[in-house]
C-alpha cells in the first residue's frame, strides 16, 4: 500500500461544497432520516501523505447526527483542522462570491466487530476511526444508534473491498449548542493519511438519495502535477454528472496562505489546481473519482470502482499447444543435454562449435 | 389476509449455519413431506427481497424464512393493498406479535408460519423509511 511517494509525489485535494449536498459521507439521524447538512472536505496528497480536512456545520437543533467517511487508508493522527483552508480554496476559484464563498465555508451546523483504531473529541464531534467490511461498520452504526440508508450496505461493501478504514463522526448538537456553536458555524478536523492510492470518493455523496435525487458538489484537486483522472471530466458525456471547471498551475499566494494556515505545512512550493464539478442524480453517481499525477495517464480502475476488489482472478489454462511444447521441452532438454554431454566427451565438441562436426545430423 | 399459525422465530445468521438446513426454493413453495407446512426462503441482500415474486397454494401452512445478511434492520410486512397503506403511516417501531409482521434483525433470520385461505395477489413490503421506496417491493401469488 505504501507505494512510493516519488511516484505520487504529487497532492490531491477536495472540497466538496457546493449546494444542500453531502460532501463526505452520510449523514444520518436516529429517526433514519437523512439529515442534508452542508458539509466541505479537503484532502491533499503530498509525499505519499493524504491530508485530509472536512468541516461539518451546526445547522441548529438538537440531538446527534452521524456521518460516515470512506478512506483510503488508516491515518496516522486526527486533529482539528485549519481556520481558512477551506475557504480559501473556494476563493481561488470563485473570487466573484467573496461573502457567498466565505458563509458556505465558515463554521457552522453542521458496531459490531468493527475494529476501533483511533477515537478522538473535536469539539462536538466524536471521531472513531474504524477498520472492518461494510457488516462491521453497519453493525457498529447500529449499535451507536444510527439508522443507516437502505443502499448503505452495498455503498459499504464498494468502499470496504478497496480500503475497509472509515472515520465515523458522530455530531453531538446539544454539545454545539452548549459550546455557544452558532448555526453556521462548523469544526474542521484534519486526517494524517499515509497512502498511496489517493482517490476522491465521490460515490458515498449518494447515500441516502432516492435515484432521482441530483448529488452536486464541487471537488478541488491540489496536485504537484496535472492529474489524469478517471472519469476524466474533460471528456465525459456531461450526462455522467462530472465537469471540469478549472485547471491551471495554483498561483504562490494561494499557495502560500494554504500554507499558513494550521497543520497546512506540507503544501508543496508547486502544485496544480483542478475543480471539478458533480452534477449526476445519485442513482448515476456509482463511481469514485481515481486520480493519478504519476506521469503515466493511468488513473485506476479499482480505485474509480469500475473493477471489483480482492483477489485478481485465476489465469486461464494456456492453450493445448503450449502443453505441447511444455512437454515436448520437458523431455527434450534433458535428453539434448545429455546428448551434448556425451558428445562433448567424445570430442566432438571440443575446441570450440567452429571447430567441431555440425550438429546437425550428428 | 393470512391465517395465524405459527409464532415466528429468530436465528441469528453470522456465519450462517443455520443455511445449511434450510431450503433454497426460488420463488415456489415446496413440501419437505405430506404433514410438514411448505418452505420458502427469501434472502434480503442489499436492501432487496430475493426472490421478490413467490407463488404459494392456498390452505396450505407456509413457512417463510427470512435470512437478512444486510447490516442494517428490515420488515417484511405480507399484506393487501389497504394493510399496506396503514403500514406506509404507522408508528410501530418494531413488529412482534402478527406473524404475517415480521422485524428482520441485521444478520439474523426470521421464521413464521401462515395459512392464505383465499386466492389473489399480495405484498411484502419493508416499510421502514425509504426501503419500499428503493425497491424492497415483493408479490406473493395465492393459487
Not at chain 1, 82 to 111: M, N, S, Y
Not at chain 2, 4 to 20: K, N, Q
Request: glycine content about 10%; aromatic content about 6%.
Amino acid at each position: 500500500m505504501k507505494r512510493l511517494a516519488s511516484l505520487l509525489a504529487a497532492g490531491v485535494a477536495t472540497l466538496a461544497l457546493a449546494g444542500p449536498t453531502l460532501a463526505c459521507g452520510g449523514l444520518i439521524g436516529p429517526n433514519g432520516a437523512v439529515n442534508l447538512l452542508r458539509t466541505t472536505t479537503f484532502a491533499g496528497y503530498h509525499d505519499g501523505v493524504e491530508h485530509y480536512v472536512t468541516a461539518f456545520e451546526f445547522a441548529g437543533g438538537g440531538g446527534e447526527f452521524g456521518s460516515i467517511v470512506p478512506l483510503p487508508d488508516i491515518p496516522t493522527n486526527v486533529e482539528r483542522g485549519g481556520d481558512w483552508t477551506l475557504q480559501r480554496l473556494v476563493l481561488e476559484t470563485q473570487p466573484q462570491d467573496i461573502a457567498e464563498a466565505f458563509d458556505l465555508a465558515l463554521p457552522g451546523p453542521a458496531a459490531g466487530a468493527a475494529e476501533v483504531l483511533l477515537e478522538t473529541r473535536i469539539d462536538a464531534l466524536d471521531i472513531t476511526v474504524l477498520r472492518g467490511g461494510g457488516d462491521e461498520v453497519g453493525a457498529w452504526a447500529r449499535q451507536h444508534g444510527f439508522r443507516l440508508p437502505p443502499d448503505a450496505p452495498e455503498v459499504l461493501d464498494f468502499y470496504a473491498e478497496r480500503s475497509p478504514v472509515f472515520m465515523a463522526a458522530v455530531f453531538d448538537a446539544d454539545a454545539a449548542a452548549e459550546r455557544g456553536q452558532a448555526i453556521g458555524d462548523g469544526t474542521p478536523v484534519h486526517l494524517t493519511i499515509p497512502t498511496d492510492n489517493p482517490w476522491v470518493p465521490l460515490r458515498i455523496l449518494a447515500l441516502g438519495r432516492t435515484e432521482a435525487e441530483v448529488v452536486q458538489a464541487d471537488v478541488f484537486l491540489l496536485t504537484d502535477e496535472r492529474p489524469a483522472m478517471l472519469p476524466n471530466p474533460s471528456v465525459i458525456n456531461p450526462e455522467s454528472g462530472l465537469r471540469l471547471e478549472h485547471s491551471a498551475p495554483a498561483t504562490d499566494l494561494l499557495l502560500s496562505d494554504l500554507r499558513s494556515d494550521t497543520g497546512m505545512g506540507w503544501v508543496p512550493e508547486k502544485a496544480w489546481l483542478t475543480k471539478v464539478a458533480v452534477d449526476a442524480p445519485a442513482a448515476d453517481l456509482r463511481f469514485d473519482l481515481a486520480i493519478d499525477t504519476s506521469g503515466r495517464d493511468a488513473p485506476s480502475l479499482i480505485d474509480a470502482g469500475f473493477r471489483p476488489f480482492g483477489p485478481l482472478p485465476a489465469p486461464a489454462s494456456p492453450p493445448a499447444a503450449v502443453w505441447v511444447l511444455l512437454v515436448v521441452m520437458a523431455i527434450g532438454l534433458p535428453l539434448g543435454g545429455a546428448w551434448l554431454v556425451s558428445l562433448s566427451a567424445r570430442g566432438g565438441l571440443g575446441g570450440g562449435m567452429g571447430g567441431g562436426r555440425p550438429l546437425a545430423g550428428a | 389476509m393470512p391465517r395465524r399459525t405459527h409464532r415466528s422465530e429468530i436465528v441469528r445468521v453470522r456465519g450462517l449455519p443455520v443455511m445449511a438446513v434450510l431450503l433454497v426454493l426460488g420463488g415456489t413453495a415446496t413440501a419437505c413431506g405430506s404433514h410438514q407446512p411448505l418452505r420458502v426462503e427469501i434472502r434480503v441482500h442489499y436492501s432487496r427481497f430475493e426472490p421478490s415474486t413467490v407463488t404459494v397454494p392456498r390452505g396450505v401452512p407456509v413457512t417463510f424464512v427470512l435470512v437478512n445478511t444486510d447490516p442494517i434492520d428490515h420488515e417484511w410486512l405480507i399484506g393487501d393493498a389497504a394493510f399496506h397503506q396503514r403500514h406506509r403511516t404507522g408508528t410501530e417501531a418494531v413488529h412482534e406479535e402478527r406473524p404475517n409482521e415480521l422485524t428482520l434483525p441485521a444478520l439474523h433470520a426470521v421464521q413464521t408460519t401462515l395459512t392464505f385461505d383465499e386466492p389473489g395477489e399480495l405484498a411484502f413490503i419493508c416499510h421502514l423509511p425509504g426501503h419500499e421506496a428503493y425497491g424492497m417491493v415483493g408479490t406473493l401469488t395465492v393459487l
